[in-house]
């Protein structure tokens, strides 16, 4: 690889995105970067605050800055400041400003899966919930000027193969 790159993986909850991702980085010698909110005390009990969120963006910013510092190839980010803002929208119904240090290459918007997997912090059992809530993240993200490659539900390796694929193109020029 010339360039190294910083790969994010988007999405809503239950959208596969954390498994993509490590997947990617694993088959590609990337550094992975997990979604830190899972490891937040104030996430944890349910009482964050948009100003928990502007910490964990600011958390995420700099471990991605640090892995990609220490790379070959570059850092794959388990979600960014874009799941952040939405979640203070739509929770706080306040906007909140969430620098980026590492600017993004390639931003991968994982679709959400009809089988709900159970997780302490996932809010949105009902598929057609998580669909409508997508449909407005999408929006959400296409109003910042975000453009986002989808990966539709698919077999782990169908979409690893897709993402791979787009990032040895983005890499290769």
């Known amino acids: 690889m010339i360039?190294?790159?910083?790969?994010?993986?988007?999405?809503?909850?239950?959208?596969g995105k954390t498994t993509l991702a490590r997947a990617v980085a694993y088959e590609m010698g990337f550094e992975f970067v997990e979604e830190q909110c899972r490891y937040n005390k104030?996430?944890?009990?349910g009482v964050e605050t948009p100003e928990t969120l502007v910490e964990i963006n600011a958390l995420q910013e700099s471990?991605?800055?640090?892995?990609?510092?220490?790379?070959?190839?570059?850092?794959?980010?388990?979600t960014s400041a874009m799941e952040l803002r939405m979640w203070s929208k739509g929770k706080f119904e306040?906007?909140?400003?969430?620098?980026?240090?590492?600017?993004?290459d390639l931003t991968f918007l994982c679709q959400t899966l009809v089988e709900f997997e159970e997780?302490?912090?996932?809010?949105?059992?009902?598929?057609?919930d998580r669909i409508e809530h997508e449909k407005e993240f999408l929006e959400f993200i296409h109003s910042e000027g975000v453009r986002v490659k989808i990966i539709a539900p698919a077999t782990l390796e169908a979409r690893k193969k897709k993402v791979i694929s787009s990032i040895k193109k983005l890499a290769n020029g």
């Open 63 to 78: 471990m991605a800055l640090e892995s990609m510092n220490g790379s070959v190839n570059g850092v794959v980010c388990d």
């Open 119 to 128: 997780d302490p912090l996932r809010q949105m059992p009902n598929y057609s």
């Open 3 to 15: 360039k190294k790159l910083r790969i994010v993986f988007s999405g809503i909850e239950n959208s």
């Open 42 to 45: 104030s996430v944890i009990e």
């Open 94 to 104: 306040t906007d909140i400003e969430c620098p980026i240090e590492v600017p993004i």
